[in-house]
């Protein structure tokens, strides 16, 4: 193991080297979209990507699968960069957001943004103190790794917001072995359940997110990882499921299996068949899919080229919006490919090669 670890270290310092310096006072990215608040209604987010230093943990090799770290700083990041970044984001959508019955507001990293070393504490007062001074603020939501979701982080927040809070925690898979051995995450179930037992008592809910076919196992597996995982998080008490297919990264170690043809993003069959499980074991149980790259080769899809992806991307959209998993009800010849698929690799069978070429 020690081996692998270093290894996945010296790939990321490689890929590390091809970062670009960009403006430190402005977000990645910002902006506003449809979304489903934890009462099932739909509102308005204001989306904010902060550009920080970076996942640290990432820096010693990180998940797998993720690239975010790309779209760090490779240079220092103040708490006056943070602060500016934020409020650059605000005053583009201020007119907006007044505007507004409600909305909610996604803050995200591309790490951890209760690590102190990413977003020191007074840039999230900061950001903490300047939300709550939105009457039509109904939600606030963060990303963090569950090492960073202490009591006194808890306290920080609640000192300035008495709305909606949710935590998004990459939990990934509740299988020990796919989680640490095929991602590479360094958690554990112990460290989760602790987690979301200590946002209870803080009234601020743990959003998981839910990785949709990890390296290393077969589609059917991921499958059935991806709907067993759902349950036990939904069980424990986590206030939705974010499931995320798999999408290659530029400059992650799955681009580098799937250059290869060892890798093949998810069908877009699996994720359906996911989706429908998991919302009519769990009908109250708040479920959403992340659609981004769907439909493209580095995303999760089906035949190559085929139509029905772009359909079924939108309607895994209007799943998420309405929760109805009858928008989920889509038929299509390639369906059969899915099918073969699942039996070659049950049968330890090769599956078909380079779809990218054969079905172009």
């Known amino acids: 193991m020690g081996d692998y670890k270093e290894f996945l270290r010296n790939f990321r310092e490689k890929n590390l080297k091809k970062r670009k310096v960009r403006d430190k006072n402005k977000p990645i990215a910002v902006w506003i979209q449809d979304d489903i608040y934890r009462d099932f209604k739909i509102g308005k987010s204001l989306t904010i990507i902060l550009r920080t230093e970076g996942c640290f943990y990432a820096k010693e090799g990180g998940c797998i699968m993720c690239s975010y770290l790309m779209d760090s700083s490779p240079e220092k990041i103040t708490s006056e960069n943070i602060i500016n970044q934020f409020n650059y984001a605000i005053e583009k959508y201020k007119e907006k957001l007044k505007e507004l019955k409600d909305f909610s507001v996604k803050i995200f990293t591309s790490g951890s943004f209760l690590d102190d070393r ?3 504490r007074e840039a999230r007062e900061y950001i903490f103190k300047k939300l709550s001074e939105f009457e039509n603020l109904k939600e606030v939501a963060i990303e963090s790794r569950p090492e960073f979701i202490t009591e006194k982080k808890l306290n920080e927040i609640r000192k300035y917001l008495n709305i909606n809070v949710e935590i998004g925690v990459g939990i990934e898979s509740f299988n ?4 640490n051995y095929a991602i590479n995450k360094g958690i554990t179930n112990e460290q989760i359940i602790k987690v979301i037992e200590l946002a209870k ?5 743990i959003k998981a997110y839910l990785l949709i076919k990890p390296p290393f196992i077969t589609e059917k597996d991921a499958i059935k990882d991806a709907i067993q995982s759902a349950n036990e ?5 986590c206030s939705r499921i974010s499931f995320c297919p798999t999408t290659i990264h530029k400059g992650s170690l799955i681009e580098y299996f799937w250059n290869k043809n060892q890798y093949r993003p998810p069908f877009l069959w699996s994720i359906i068949e996911i989706l429908k499980n998991v919302k009519k074991e769990n009908k109250n149980a708040l479920i959403m899919c992340d ?5 493209s080769e580095r995303g999760a899809h089906n035949l190559y080229g085929c139509k029905c992806n772009k359909i079924i991307k939108k309607r895994l959209e ?10 989920l009800n889509v038929e299509c010849e390639c369906k059969k490919l899915w099918e073969a698929y699942l039996y070659v690799e049950s049968k330890n069978i090769v599956p078909l090669g380079d779809e990218r070429k054969i079905f172009k």
């Open 176 to 179: 020990e072995e796919i989680r």
């Open 201 to 205: 008592n803080y009234n601020i809910g």
């Open 118 to 120: 990413e977003v020191h």
């Open 233 to 237: 998080c939904i069980k424990l008490g």
């Open 291 to 295: 659609t981004s790259g769907v439909g």
């Open 318 to 327: 209007k799943f998420t919006l309405t929760q109805d998993i009858d928008v």
